[in-house]
T-cell receptor, first 115, second 118 residues
Framework: DAGITQSPRHKVTETGTPVTLRCHQTENHRYMYWYRQDPGHGLRLIHYSYGVKDTDKGEVSDGYSVSRSKTEDFLLTLESATSSQTSVYFC??????????????FGEGSRLTVL | AQTVTQSQPEMSVQEAETVTLSCTYDTSESNYYLFWYKQPPSRQMILVIRQEAYKQQNATENRFSVNFQKAAKSFSLKISDSQLGDTAMYFCAFMGFISNFGNEKLTFGTGTRLTIIP
C-alpha cells in the first residue's frame, strides 16, 4: 500500500473555526490532491499540487486554501468552517512520466463535521 | 472541462452473475487515461482497472474488464462471476493531459452503488 497518512481521521468543529487537515506521504510522489466526497457528487477536486510550493485550484476551491512546503506534506485549511464543508476529505498522490501509470493512490479519508 | 457521467446510481445483481456498469465522458483531448475505482464500506479507494486512450485493446484484470468505445466516449465496466466482496461504490474517472508539467487531474463520476445479493 502507498504510504499516505491523513490526520485527523475524524473531527467535529463549530462554524467559524479554522480547521487544518494534513496529508503526509512517504512515496516521494510529485503530485498531491485534496478531494471531498459528498453523496450524489462523487469526489470533487478542491486543490492540487504538482511540486513544492506549486499548487492550483480545483472545481470546488472556494473557502479552502492549501500549502505544500515539503514534498511529503500537503495541508488543507478551512479558514472559517461552514456547515456546507461537512464532508469526507481524501488526499491522493500520484507520479507521472515514463513508467508510471497515472494511478492516484488515496489516503483513508478524514471525516469533518461542522456544527 | 471534462465531465464524467454515471447514469446508474444503484444496481444489484445475484452472486455469480455478470453485471455491467456504464460510464460516459466528454472531452476534446485525444490522449487520456480512464479508470474505475472501487470504494467498499471501509471507505478506501481501490483501483480496479485502467485504460489508456491510445490503446484499442480493452483492459482486463481477472474478473473485471472494460468496453472502451473511444468514438462514443463510453467506458463501461463488466464484472464477471460477481462475488459478495464486489459490493461497493464504483467510480469512473478521467485523467487528461493538458501539459507535460502539470494539470494532470482526475475527474470523477458520481458513482454507482453495486450490491451483490447472496
Amino acid at each position: 500500500d502507498a504510504g499516505i497518512t491523513q490526520s485527523p481521521r475524524h473531527k467535529v468543529t463549530e462554524t467559524g473555526t479554522p480547521v487544518t487537515l494534513r496529508c503526509h506521504q512517504t512515496e516521494n510522489h510529485r503530485y498531491m490532491y485534496w478531494y471531498r466526497q459528498d453523496p450524489g457528487h462523487g469526489l470533487r477536486l478542491i486543490h492540487y499540487s504538482y511540486g513544492v510550493k506549486d499548487t492550483d485550484k480545483g472545481e470546488v476551491s472556494d473557502g479552502y486554501s492549501v500549502s505544500r512546503s515539503k514534498t511529503e506534506d500537503f495541508l488543507l485549511t478551512l479558514e472559517s468552517a461552514t456547515s456546507s464543508q461537512t464532508s469526507v476529505y481524501f488526499c491522493a498522490i500520484s507520479e507521472m512520466g515514463r513508467g508510471n501509470t497515472g494511478e492516484l493512490f488515496f489516503g483513508e479519508g478524514s471525516r469533518l463535521t461542522v456544527l | 472541462a471534462q465531465t464524467v457521467t454515471q447514469s446508474q446510481p444503484e444496481m444489484s445483481v445475484q452472486e455469480a452473475e455478470t453485471v455491467t456498469l456504464s460510464c460516459t465522458y466528454d472531452t476534446s483531448e485525444s490522449n487520456y487515461y480512464l479508470f474505475w475505482y472501487k470504494q467498499p464500506p471501509s471507505r478506501q479507494m481501490i483501483l480496479v482497472i485502467r485504460q489508456e486512450a491510445y490503446k484499442q485493446q480493452n483492459a482486463t484484470e481477472n474478473r473485471f474488464s472494460v468496453n472502451f468505445q473511444k468514438a462514443a466516449k463510453s467506458f463501461s465496466l463488466k464484472i464477471s462471476d460477481s462475488q459478495l466482496g464486489d459490493t461497493a461504490m464504483y467510480f469512473c474517472a478521467f485523467m487528461g493531459f493538458i501539459s507535460n508539467f502539470g494539470n494532470e487531474k482526475l475527474t470523477f463520476g458520481t458513482g454507482t452503488r453495486l450490491t451483490i445479493i447472496p
